[in-house]
């Protein structure tokens, strides 16, 4: 069979070249795709006369040498120019034959390289799009958050009876409209947060926090939504408090919006419960509820942005997304089971998070029965207690870190105290601990000075409770 039999049966256009690339015969295809009146228009070119981008003409011929040198083939997708000027796409492959010489083939590829071309532009302007929905959503939300904190913070005022005691229907009007803006302001917050998580610019704060008072506080925060369904929500804890190195707001959030769909997507009467379990160097939060639950199918995108299953109650579809987004930031897993594992509805959301050391509190006495009652009031913290006596500040100072919290006794001095003051806010990783002062006598102008110091004074009759929420916030 000749040769030139052979290159006719490629479906390509097909050339013998000589070792420099000079074309030493060609098929028929080869003619009609170069637009040439017949081979012998092309017989004596180099190839090199082709490709008109991507590879320069000159250097055409020693690029393939060398490439060929290492592999059977070389392709190449070029824009090449016709004798009539026309420009096609090609994607030319060069193969080293035997006896020096080779066989180049090239095939029409234009339609392909501009749909390619056509998606990636349209991929551009989706992305374009995107970016300036995400841009403009996120100066809304900016415009928003401001009013919407004065509006809640007037109506806690309100609720909490600034205003004198209101009469019974305002005050149900009231603990309604603090559920919607409450609401409206986490929506505002997610979008930010989305928009800072998208653009890898969401920083956190973290610290080691007590994970059973910020469950329990996002629990109270959607205490009246579910008391409106009359739903049961309970939160139970263990009896050691377990700590986490965590952005406070940030795992706040996470919780805020669990409960949130919960309380959501349970109907009246419902049950929504949490616990949390310590596991070695992990903490495990599962918050179950006994409502709709989660279809099957559903499950492996709920918390995909913008996911939501039906068409049920309104929504925006971001709250999973960032309570998955927010714990993997933090190292954690989330995981979501419908129906609630032993049950045959409702779902479960499980939160597992690193653990950390529990945080030092620091007692400023020289009274031992007075750093035992706080060691009893504050056992539920689980801190570190350090009895820790005025002189001693100087040589204990390297244990103080940025989560140290400090108690001082009012029975000693008020210079003492104050000079003990001075010296833990100056040191740089205590300049923000929490301190409280228990005393039942202090000067009103002594008091105005320790809160310049940020140090809070309470009678030594302080209830637990506001203590652990005063070392804890
Ligand atoms: P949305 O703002 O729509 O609630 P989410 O991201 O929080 O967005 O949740 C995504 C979807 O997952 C919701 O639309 C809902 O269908 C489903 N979902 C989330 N939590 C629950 C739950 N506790 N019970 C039933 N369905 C839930």
Same mark, same amino acid.
Request: with cysteine; glycine share 4%.
């Given at each position: 069979?000749?040769l030139?039999?052979?290159?006719?049966?490629?479906?390509?256009?097909?050339?013998?070249?000589d070792?420099?690339f000079?074309?030493? $015969?060609?098929?028929?295809r080869?003619?009609e795709?170069?637009?040439?009146?017949?081979?012998?228009?092309?017989?004596?070119?180099?190839?090199?006369?082709?490709?008109?981008?991507?590879?320069?003409?000159?250097?055409?011929?020693?690029?393939?040498?060398?490439?060929?040198?290492?592999?059977?083939?070389?392709?190449?997708e070029?824009?090449m120019?016709?004798?009539?000027?026309?420009?096609?796409?090609?994607?030319?492959?060069?193969?080293?034959?035997?006896?020096?010489?080779?066989?180049?083939?090239?095939?029409?590829?234009?339609a392909?390289?501009d749909s390619?071309?056509?998606?990636?532009?349209?991929?551009?302007?989706?992305?374009?799009?995107?970016?300036?929905?995400?841009?403009?959503?996120?100066?809304?939300?900016?415009?928003?958050?401001?009013p919407l904190?004065?509006?809640?913070?007037?109506?806690?005022?309100m609720?909490?009876?600034i205003?004198?005691?209101?009469?019974?229907k305002?005050?149900?009007?009231?603990?309604?409209?603090h559920?919607?803006v409450?609401?409206?302001?986490?929506?505002v917050n997610?979008?930010?947060?989305?928009?800072?998580?998208?653009?890898?610019?969401?920083t956190?704060?973290?610290?080691?926090?007590?994970?059973?008072?910020?469950l329990?506080?996002?629990a109270?925060?959607?205490?009246?939504?579910?008391e409106?369904?009359?739903?049961?929500?309970?939160?139970?804890?263990?009896?050691?408090?377990?700590?986490?190195?965590?952005?406070?707001?940030k795992?706040?959030?996470?919780f805020?919006?669990i409960?949130?769909?919960a309380?959501?997507y349970?109907?009246?009467n419902g049950?929504?419960?949490?616990?949390?379990?310590?596991? $070695?160097d992990r903490?495990?939060?599962?918050?179950d509820d006994?409502?709709?639950?989660?279809?099957?199918?559903?499950?492996?995108?709920?918390?995909?942005?913008?996911?939501?299953?039906?068409?049920?109650?309104?929504?925006?579809?971001?709250?999973?997304?960032i309570?998955?987004?927010?714990?993997?930031?933090?190292?954690?897993?989330?995981?979501?089971?419908?129906?609630?594992?032993?049950?045959?509805?409702?779902t479960?959301?499980?939160?597992?998070l690193p653990?950390?050391q529990?945080?030092?509190?620091?007692?400023?006495t020289?009274?031992?029965?007075?750093?035992?009652r706080?060691r009893?009031?504050l056992?539920?913290?689980?801190?570190?207690?350090?009895?820790?006596?005025?002189?001693?500040i100087?040589?204990?100072?390297?244990?103080?870190?940025?989560?140290s919290?400090f108690?001082?006794?009012?029975?000693?001095?008020?210079?003492a105290?104050?000079?003990?003051?001075?010296?833990?806010?100056?040191?740089?990783?205590?300049?923000q601990?929490?301190m409280?002062?228990?005393?039942?006598?202090m000067?009103?102008?002594?008091?105005?000075?320790?809160?310049?110091?940020r140090?809070?004074?309470?009678?030594?009759?302080?209830?637990?409770?506001?203590?652990?929420?005063?070392?804890?916030?």
């Open positions: 069979m000749s030139s039999v052979t290159l006719d049966a490629l479906y390509e256009a097909a050339f013998l070249t070792e420099q000079r074309i030493l $015969d060609c098929n028929d080869a003619v795709l170069l637009r040439v009146a017949n081979k012998q228009a092309l017989i004596g070119r180099s190839i090199a006369d082709f490709p008109s981008e991507n590879v320069l003409a000159d250097e055409f011929p020693t690029y393939l040498k060398e490439r060929l040198t290492a592999v059977p083939f070389v392709v190449i070029c824009r120019p016709r004798d009539d000027g026309s420009l096609f796409w090609a994607e030319t492959v060069t193969h080293r034959l035997s006896d020096a010489t080779h066989l180049v083939t090239f095939r029409d590829v234009s392909r390289v390619l071309h056509r998606a990636e532009e349209a991929n551009e302007r989706l992305r374009a799009a995107i970016r300036d929905r995400m841009e403009f959503v996120s100066n809304v939300s900016h415009e928003l958050r401001t904190t004065s509006m809640s913070y007037a109506l806690t005022n609720l909490r009876g205003c004198g005691t209101l009469p019974e305002a005050v149900g009007y009231l603990e309604r409209l559920v919607d409450k609401r409206l302001m986490t929506t997610d979008l930010l947060d989305l928009r800072q998580m998208e653009n890898g610019t969401l956190l704060h973290r610290s080691n926090i007590p994970l059973s008072f910020l329990k506080d996002a109270n925060a959607l205490m009246i939504q579910a409106m369904k009359h739903q049961t929500l309970t939160v139970e804890v263990p009896t050691e408090e377990c700590y986490v190195y965590a952005d406070r707001h795992i706040e959030r996470v805020f919006n409960f949130s769909n309380v959501k349970t109907p009246e049950t929504i419960s949490a616990r949390i379990e310590a596991q $070695d903490v495990v939060i599962k918050i006994n409502g709709i639950g989660i279809p099957p199918e559903a499950l492996p995108r709920v918390s995909q942005r913008y996911f939501r299953v039906g068409e049920q109650v309104a929504g925006t579809g971001l709250g999973l997304s309570v998955r987004e927010i714990t993997e930031l933090h190292d954690g897993t989330f995981a979501v089971m419908s129906p609630v594992p032993g049950t045959t509805q409702g479960r959301i499980t939160i597992t653990r950390c529990a945080p030092d509190l620091f007692i400023v020289a009274d031992a029965a007075f750093a035992e706080l009893v009031a056992a539920p913290l689980g801190l570190t207690h350090r009895p820790l006596s005025e002189k001693d100087d040589a204990q100072q390297r244990a103080f870190c940025s989560t919290k108690i001082f006794d009012g029975a000693l001095t008020d210079t105290v104050s000079a003990a003051v001075c010296k833990i806010r100056r040191h740089p990783d205590s300049a601990s929490p409280v002062i228990l005393t039942n006598a000067e009103p102008l002594m008091k105005r000075e320790f809160a310049r110091w140090v809070l004074v309470r009678p030594t009759t302080v209830s637990p409770e506001e203590l652990r929420h005063l070392l804890c916030n």
